[in-house]
T-cell receptor, first 113, second 113 residues
Framework: QQQVKQSPQSLIVQKGGISIINCAYE??????FPWYQQFPGKGPALLIA?????SEKKEGRFTISFNKSAKQFSLHIMDSQPGDSATYFC????????????FGIGTKLQVIP | DSGVTQTPKHLITATGQRVTLRCSPR?????VYWYQQSLDQGLQFLIQ???????AKGNILERFSAQQFPDLHSELNLSSLELGGSALYFC????????????FGSGTRLTVV
């Protein structure tokens, strides 16, 4: 049962462009939506996160857009750089209870010069 | 360094063998989570421990088991390993209280030959 659907699975963007990764969730009890960034040989690292009481959160070049009614959220990377090349995972969890995080399948982003 | 320590980093074992993966959570974190990462399955939740007690179980095979010790480190035991069982195993930890996402270790790469 895939509770968090992520697309695309791979993405190639030119340097300076905008990278967009989309996710959709099913469980309306989710109330915490983090994005993780993973470089080869490393564990995933928390990049940015949002709670459903806001529609957008921006940290530097990274922005999460959240649409509660559509149960969708997306990550935008502005002015994409080769150093952004990594795998990105969207995720969802409930902040109470056992706090288990459910991850999307991942998007492998390649930013080309 | 994320503060979550996983050992060993690499493990090569033969089919039918048993291995133990170790995780030390970040200082002060009471919850430990184990995830399996494979190319086509993304990050799959295996099991969660909180202060020594099992709290949630995911798609963990019956021949896999885990525990969390009084000093809060955790071990994941994988037995009767099969060809095709090669994967990355990640441990993550989080503090009690308001949830702000996981901190992941750098993982153990298991190769079954």
């Amino acid at each position: 049962q895939q509770q968090v659907k992520q697309s695309p699975q791979s993405l190639i963007v030119q340097k300076g462009g905008i990278s967009i990764i989309n996710c959709a969730y099913e469980n309306t009890a989710f109330d915490y939506f983090p994005w993780y960034q993973q470089f080869p040989g490393k564990g995933p690292a928390l990049l940015i996160a949002i709670r459903p009481d806001v529609s957008e959160k921006k940290e530097g070049r990274f922005t999460i857009s959240f649409n509660k009614s559509a149960k969708q959220f997306s990550l935008h990377i502005m002015d994409s750089q080769p150093g952004d090349s990594a795998t990105y995972f969207c995720a969802a969890s409930m902040s109470g209870g056992y706090q288990k995080v459910t991850f999307g399948i991942g998007t492998k982003l390649q930013v080309i010069p | 360094d994320s503060g979550v320590t996983q050992t060993p980093k690499h493990l090569i074992t033969a089919t039918g063998q048993r291995v133990t993966l170790r995780c030390s959570p970040r200082s002060g974190d009471l919850s430990v989570y184990w995830y399996q990462q494979s190319l086509d399955q993304g990050l799959q939740f295996l099991i969660q421990y909180y202060n020594g007690e099992e709290r949630a179980k995911g798609n963990i095979l019956e021949r896999f088991s885990a525990q969390q010790f009084p000093d809060l480190h955790s071990e994941l035991n994988l037995s009767s390993l099969e060809l095709g069982g090669s994967a990355l195993y990640f441990c993550a930890s989080s503090p009690q209280g308001t949830f702000y996402g996981y901190t992941f270790g750098s993982g153990t790469r298991l190769t079954v030959v």
